[in-house]
Nanobody
Framework: QVQLVESGGGLVQPGGSLRLSCAASRSFFSFSAMAWYRQAPGKQRELVAEITTGGSTNYADSVKGRFAISRDSAKNTVFLQMNRLKPEDTAVYYC????????WGQGTQVTVSS
């Protein structure tokens, strides 16, 4: 069954903003730290941001101060607010558990270009 569904990507100009959403199955969301990852063409998937069940967050150095991860336990949803986007943020973005990831969803494409 589908457990992770990402949405919210698109084409945006440098300096712009996007808000990504990830709907997760209730079966694991409430007791799992969650994370956003991204994979750019020709590169390995990398961790972008993570959030614990208690709301503590951690970010990759490349996005600190620009991105913000949050979660809504009532909706089993995790968000990624991305501000001041740069061309190097272009990638497919995925959400998953922060530890012992489940099967990956389809992701959502973010393209930052003028």
């Amino acid at each position: 069954q589908v457990q992770l569904v990402e949405s919210g990507g698109g084409l945006v100009q440098p300096g712009g903003s996007l808000r990504l959403s990830c709907a997760a199955s209730r079966s694991f969301f409430s007791f799992s730290a969650m994370a956003w990852y991204r994979q750019a063409p020709g590169k390995q998937r990398e961790l972008v941001a993570e959030i614990t069940t208690g709301g503590s967050t951690n970010y990759a150095d490349s996005v600190k101060g620009r991105f913000a991860i949050s979660r809504d336990s009532a909706k089993n949803t995790v968000f990624l607010q991305m501000n001041r986007l740069k061309p190097e943020d272009t990638a497919v973005y995925y959400c998953n558990k922060a530890s012992y990831p489940l099967s990956w969803g389809q992701g959502t494409q973010v393209t930052v270009s003028s």
